[in-house]
């Protein structure tokens, strides 16, 4: 007796593109997901991709909580094979969903038949079913209108399987059916969470992170890292390009005036990620801002920033408040990461009265006192590449 997993076509997310280059690309990002648990084979047949281990020693639990993380895929099942018998049926049945009923009050049996040759009729099947769970469990009540749990039996061509009420899936569009994106990753809780709202839009990732030694600590990079993994386990892999930045933070510091030092900072890493994008094929950019949560992010800085982008800038956030942002950040395992104490380069030569209501025309005049394209050449030659994930 074996556990598979059942993804109905039905609860898959997108309907509109290609459906079947969509399956076939959400199978292969299941695939690199769950391939170092173990050899299984994929059936896609009646509207339904079952995932089925070939060995026995395979750790299923493991495997349900990867697919719950692959995007593109509304809900799904655990299901039991089982022998095509009544009282195999039976007798697996309540022991197999016992976590589900023991908490439970009410439940329905539903069967469904593909193999009309099999004796019992779908009725039938439910009430012998029923009244097995029913002798394990007697304090449950049946309720066929609005039951906490459904138990489904399908009688297949070779196998009967048994599953309870589905799982949530992650939802979202497969990784890769929409293209490419770079993600400007810091050590906060706002851009982790920017980045898994986009790729669950089905943009496969790349990030870039300015660190600026000795002022931000090996550390830093290192919680980076861990909060991209965590973010990969959703996204599937992630390559992180970390752009040395002390040498603009320095010049910055030294030759502009000390209100505008953040915005010119933020200039400088639009450009240097929409360069270090533009390279990697890469459409278009992420942030992490919410409108006028810092002096950086009031409309004004932004139309600021935005200006020396050469791609859109996809910012999921803008209209978030932080205890939102936080209830992602905690379900998707960033927060406690992103709370760690290292310093960002954002937080160092930080300006005591930042500028709120800068123009264009104010940063491209305190930025004359600045060589932009060398800086951001010499930047770019000061790049670490890193591949985080699976
Ligand atoms: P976060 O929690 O993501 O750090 P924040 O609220 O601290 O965001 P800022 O520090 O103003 O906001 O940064 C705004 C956005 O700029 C971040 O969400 C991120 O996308 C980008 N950013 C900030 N610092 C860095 C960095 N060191 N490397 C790369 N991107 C950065
Ligand atoms: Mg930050």
């Not at 906490?148 to 048994?162: D, G, Y």
């Not at 994008?277 to 890469?282: G, I, L, N, P, V």
């Not at 942002?325 to 310093?343: M, Y």
Request: hydrophobic residues 40%.
């Amino acid at each position: 007796m074996k556990e598979i997993i059942l993804i109905k076509n039905g609860e898959l997310a997108l309907k509109g593109l290609n459906r079947a280059t969509f399956e076939d690309i959400l199978i292969k990002n299941i695939r690199k997901r769950i391939k170092p648990l173990g050899e299984f084979e994929y059936r896609k047949e009646q509207s339904t991709v079952s995932v089925i281990p070939a060995t026995d020693d395979i750790d299923m639990d493991e495997v349900a909580e990867r697919i719950g993380r692959v995007f593109g895929i509304a809900r799904y099942s655990r299901a039991l094979q089982v022998p095509k018998s009544m009282a195999e049926i039976c007798k697996c049945a309540p022991k197999y969903l016992e976590d589900q009923l023991r908490f439970a009050k009410t439940f329905k049996v539903e069967a469904k038949r593909s193999d009309k040759k099999f004796p019992l009729t779908s009725p039938e099947i439910s009430a012998e079913v029923g009244g097995a769970i029913l002798s394990e469990f007697p304090y449950l009540k049946v309720d066929v209108r609005n039951p906490e749990i459904i138990v489904t039996i399908e009688i297949r061509e070779k196998f009967a399987f048994i599953r309870g009420n589905q799982l949530k899936g992650a939802g979202g569009l497969p990784t890769g059916t929409a293209g490419k994106s770079t993600v400007l990753i810091s050590g906060g809780i706002d851009s982790p969470v920017a980045a898994y709202m986009m790729a669950k839009r089905g943009l496969v990732l790349n990030a870039v992170h300015f660190a600026s030694p000795p002022y931000t600590s090996p550390q830093s990079e290192d919680k980076v890292f861990r909060l991209l993994k965590q973010v990969a386990a959703y996204s599937g892999s992630i390559t992180l390009f970390t752009v040395g930045f002390t040498e603009i933070q320095e010049e910055i510091r030294d030759n502009c005036p000390e209100d505008m030092f953040t915005l010119v900072m933020r200039r400088f890493m639009m450009r240097i990620a929409s360069a270090i994008a533009e390279k990697e094929d890469s459409k278009a950019l992420i942030t992490g801002e919410s409108l006028g949560q810092v002096a950086s992010q009031t409309l004004p800085a932004i139309a600021c920033t935005d200006a020396v982008a050469t791609m859109p800038v996809f910012r999921p956030l803008i209209g978030n408040d932080k205890d939102e942002i936080i209830t992602v950040s905690r379900k998707i395992g960033t927060f406690d990461i992103s709370i760690e104490p290292f310093e960002d380069c954002c937080t160092v030569f930080t300006p005591k009265h930042p500028k709120t209501k800068p123009t264009v025309q104010m940063l491209e005049e305190v930025e004359k006192n600045l060589d932009i394209d060398a800086l951001a050449q010499r930047a770019l030659e000061n790049t670490k590449v890193t591949v985080v994930g699976f």
